[in-house]
């Protein structure tokens, strides 16, 4: 059975990942997206078509996923260096032909996620940075273990949304899947993660230097 693979960049919905942090692997039965923002297969039936994406080589050039998966972001485009067309063509010579009617594709329907619950974050975030300032204010202390909290929380929140049926039907809206998010909450758990370890090892090197 032939098979095809190639290594690039990726896009879902609005988060990108860049070259080489992207793979796109088809054969017949599968495509295969696999990302630093997930991994998302479809089968020939899942795809309306196959589609050249852009057109300025090495940074804006690449295949549109036209699918017909409501569980997925509407916008899935594999970025790679070559031929978009000539790469198009090696995936339909390992047999994988899209199938599903044109009808079918997946057109973006607005935020997936409730209103309430934006706001609900963003209250929280600003009031754990307001408490700390004003800790800090009034004992005269550099910002401290409360300015931690924020990046927590929502390194918390982005890994809870992906786990947690519960989590995801607050979070999300009616008709919703977390798969249409998981991207973004990729990209906002990797910096919070990041930014956390950075200001912690800044706190507590304070604190005992």
Request: with cysteine.
């Amino acid at each position: 059975m032939k098979e095809v693979s190639a290594t690039g960049g990726a896009r879902i919905g609005w988060v990108n990942a860049t070259w080489p942090f992207a793979k796109l692997a088809a054969s017949a039965m599968r495509l295969r997206l696999t990302s630093v923002l997930g991994t998302y297969d479809f089968l020939p039936i899942d795809v309306v078509s196959l589609e050249r994406y852009g057109s300025i080589p090495f940074f804006y050039n690449g295949i549109r996923i036209v699918h017909a998966r409501p569980d997925y972001s509407a916008k899935i485009i594999f970025w790679c260096f070559g031929n978009p067309e000539a790469l198009i063509g090696e995936i339909h010579e390992t047999g994988f032909l899209p199938t599903a009617p044109a009808k079918s594709e997946i057109k973006w329907r607005g935020i997936p996620v409730r209103w309430t619950a934006i706001l609900f974050f963003i209250l929280i975030w600003n009031g754990l940075f307001l408490l700390d300032d004003a800790v800090s204010r009034r004992f005269m202390a550099r910002p401290g273990l409360f300015a931690l909290v924020p990046l927590f929380l929502a390194f918390s929140i982005c890994w809870g949304t992906k786990v947690s049926p519960r989590l995801q039907k607050l979070i999300l809206k009616d008709g919703h899947s977390v798969n249409e998010i998981k991207a973004h909450l990729s990209l906002i758990q990797t910096v919070s993660g990041i930014l956390l370890i950075i200001f912690a090892v800044l706190v507590f090197s304070h604190s005992f230097g």
